[in-house]
T-cell receptor, first 113, second 110 residues
Framework: GAVVSQHPSWVICKSGTSVKIECRSLDFQATTMFWYRQFPKQSLMLMATSNEGSKATYEQGVEKDKFLINHASLTLSTLTVTSAHPEDSSFYIC?????????FGPGTRLTVT | DAKTTQPNSMESNEEEPVHLPCNHSTISGTDYIHWYRQLPSQGPEYVIHGLTSNVNNRMASLAIAEDRKSSTLILHRATLRDAAVYYCILLEGGSEKLVFGKGTKLTVNP
């Protein structure tokens, strides 16, 4: 099955700075990837759909200028949290297509101080 | 998106079978039933999926009602490593976009 990696696995940054999270599909070319966010004790919330070679599509209520998504190749999508604030602290997870259905990365824990 | 309803939590004893129910009364003919589970601080893990017939794999079995309005994930012998949140999700055929509900938190007692 598809293997999906994320980097970094965790990151701590100061308020006002930007953080980039990478999602890689290791053995499957992914024209589409998905980004989710999960707050403590809550379910995953879909943020956006990352489309290779074109603009991402964002779910309602997600600020596209704050969460920049770039999908420049078939194996890499990046999510940049710009001007991060403590309320952006969350667990960010990406997913991509696999043989049996979507596969998920291990997640990135972002803490904004 | 079609929605699913699951109990918030369930409890089981180690080495006993576990039946996790899911209701999806608004399922459409092209929706696949997918189950994922999530351990703490990890990304969701694929468990099993099916369309109409019951399915078995090394992790679990999926029993689908004849009218497809409900399904049950069966863990034949629960282990402590099976303690997780289990999500039942409907996925339209060909789609990759999963919409998560609240899931069922399974506790396995030693």
């Amino acid at each position: 099955g598809a293997v999906v990696s994320q980097h970094p696995s965790w990151v701590i940054c100061k308020s006002g700075t930007s953080v980039k999270i990478e999602c890689r599909s290791l053995d499957f070319q992914a024209t589409t990837m998905f980004w989710y966010r999960q707050f403590p004790k809550q379910s995953l919330m879909l943020m956006a759909t990352s489309n290779e070679g074109s603009k991402a599509t964002y779910e309602q209520g997600v600020e596209k200028d704050k969460f920049l998504i770039n999908h420049a190749s078939l194996t890499l999508s990046t999510l940049t949290v710009t001007s991060a604030h403590p309320e952006d602290s969350s667990f960010y997870i990406c997913s991509t297509k696999g043989a049996r259905g979507p596969y998920f990365g291990p997640g990135t824990r972002l803490t904004v101080t | 998106d079609a929605k699913t309803t699951q109990p918030n939590s369930m409890e089981s004893n180690e080495e006993e079978p576990v039946h996790l129910p899911c209701n999806h009364s608004t399922i459409s003919g092209t929706d696949y039933i997918h189950w994922y589970r999530q351990l703490p601080s990890q990304g969701p893990e694929y468990v099993i999926h099916g369309l109409t017939s019951n399915v078995n794999n090394r992790m679990a079995s999926l029993a689908i009602a004849e009218d497809r309005k409900s399904s049950t994930l069966i863990l034949h012998r629960a282990t402590l490593r099976d303690a997780a949140v289990y999500y039942c999700i409907l996925l339209e055929g060909g789609s990759e976009k999963l919409v998560f509900g609240k899931g069922t938190k399974l506790t396995v007692n030693p």
